[in-house]
């Protein structure tokens, strides 16, 4: 058995296989299995969930944010071509740099200037490419972290580290870490929604799965590449009169419950029970959720007609119904991996998002959402101030120094935190890993990484493993 512990701030005594036995949440379990009342038929998950996220017993100390956005921009965002210029790279243009350069994935040669402009923009006067003009409107309400590093100049390892903090074995990924510490705040929707259009990224649903968490604690995969709200779910409409549909759910709960009560604990059969009675009570909840025609025009006119405008849309409403936390990717693949044509493949993709992405900030924060709602966007590393030879039209994968930027939820707008070098090669000043971005935003949703643990094969994980220290600075 997978016995949890989750340091609640209520001071409660651990026993020696580490459950605690003040939580209430490891007590319902076993009261409920013992009285034979059926885990499934009572939404376990969703019991414990609400009693965390209304009596905040799971909170380590006061939370700043209760929801996170994650955009994902898989490939790998050129930083010193979006939110870090570099102006002494034209000095170089097609030559070598300077100094020696770090290792890089392939071979490189002379640096590469940005083609972009860029300005300063808000009070802050904190400088942005042009390629993201719309959405350095809200430059004030945005932290820039240009000191992002990571481990390894790979897509598959990068991608595991930025979702789940673990670049070698497939671990809980961080959207099911907050549902496990935190629960749910809709029972009617899964509290973890992956949106990625047309496939999955690399190394595909690894990036939002579970783990050794409990099932019920996965992302929710919706591609988001069919405009039709009522293809985006597959049998989200049920032809069934309502009454008949309960009537054959109870039914195959009540074998279920019996084949648990017969077989013992079996955390898989658990989530397999919890997901029929989520399913059920999606039908009626999440038809509503992605019906985008109930938007008003303005709305629709705001983000604009194109996929990354539904997304956020969607996103919004996803945020607005309690969905804890949602992901949402650029599409399947690896579309930021700008290898060659730079400049044409930069102008398409940030095309794409910047109108979305401003109506997106400015929509959170008329609705008063974006004080409560953690907006991070970047991708799994950056790339190279260098280019990849053999002509100057392409950069490779850089992990030494990145950028990415969060939004709302407890973080000082109008900041800039950290720099690279004076080239953007390497993270120079106040430096921030993978795991340091981790135990930042999980601060910020009042948890401790270093007390939200589960206890898997006689061992405490946590999402950062034995790392990570919460960059303060950036905390408002």
């Not at 790998?76 to 570099?86: A, I, L, R």
């Not at 044409?344 to 993709?349: E, I, P």
Request: hydrophobic letters at 35%.
């Amino acid at each position: 058995m997978n016995e949890t512990k989750l340091d609640r701030s209520n001071g409660s005594d651990l026993t020696a296989s580490g459950v605690s036995i003040g939580n209430p949440v490891c007590n319902r379990r076993e009261m409920l299995r013992r009285s034979g009342m059926g885990i499934g038929m009572l939404g376990l998950a969703s019991v414990a969930a609400h009693e965390a996220a209304a009596g905040s017993s799971a909170l380590h100390h006061p939370a700043k944010a209760k929801q996170v956005v994650h955009l994902f921009m898989n490939g790998g965002p050129s930083h010193v071509d979006t939110f870090d210029p570099k102006p002494a790279l034209k000095k170089y243009h097609g030559k070598p740099l300077p100094n020696p350069a770090l290792p890089t994935e392939r071979k490189t040669g002379g640096a590469l200037a940005s083609p972009f402009k860029f300005s300063r923009y808000g009070e802050s006067g904190i400088e942005v490419s042009e390629l993201f003009h719309q959405t350095a409107q809200h430059i004030d309400d945005m932290c820039v972290i240009r000191s992002m590093h990571s481990d390894i100049p790979n897509h598959e390892p990068s991608l595991l580290l930025m979702n789940c903090g673990d670049n070698n074995q497939p671990r809980p990924s961080f959207g099911s870490w907050v549902n496990y510490g935190l629960g749910s705040l809709n029972d009617n929707l899964p509290g973890f929604v992956v949106l990625c259009p047309n496939g999955v990224p690399v190394v595909g649903s690894q990036n939002w799965h579970s783990g050794f968490l409990p099932g019920a604690m996965q992302g929710t995969h919706v591609d988001t590449g069919k405009a039709d709200y009522s293809r985006l779910i597959e049998n989200i409409n049920n032809p069934q009169d309502p009454g008949v549909q309960r009537r054959q759910l109870d039914l195959l709960q009540t074998m279920n419950q019996r084949h648990l009560e017969n077989s013992g604990i079996d955390p898989q059969l658990e989530a397999r029970i919890e997901s029929y009675e989520l399913a059920y009570r999606m039908q009626f909840e999440a038809s509503d959720a992605f019906d985008l025609s109930q938007e008003p025009a303005y709305i629709h006119e705001m983000y604009g007609d194109s996929l990354q405008g539904r997304q956020l849309m969607l996103t919004r409403r996803l945020v607005e119904r309690g969905v804890r936390f949602t992901q949402v990717w650029h599409a399947g693949g690896q579309e930021w991996d700008h290898h060659s044509n730079l400049e044409s493949g930069l102008r398409n993709l940030c095309g794409q998002w910047d109108k979305p992405l401003a109506a997106f900030l400015a929509d959170l924060k008329q609705r008063g959402m974006l004080d409560s709602t953690l907006v991070l966007w970047g991708g799994e590393f950056g790339r190279t101030p260098v280019a990849e030879l053999p002509s100057l039209s392409g950069r490779d994968h850089n992990h030494w120094g990145f950028s990415t930027w969060m939004a709302g939820g407890g973080v000082k707008g109008g900041h800039v935190h950290g720099a690279t070098d004076e080239l953007g090669f390497a993270a120079m000043e106040d430096r921030v890993h993978v795991h340091d971005l981790h135990a930042t935003m999980l601060h910020l949703m009042g948890l401790d990484h270093e007390k939200l643990t589960y206890r898997y094969a006689g061992r405490d994980f946590r999402l950062t493993d034995v790392h990570g220290n919460v960059a303060h600075s950036i905390l408002s």
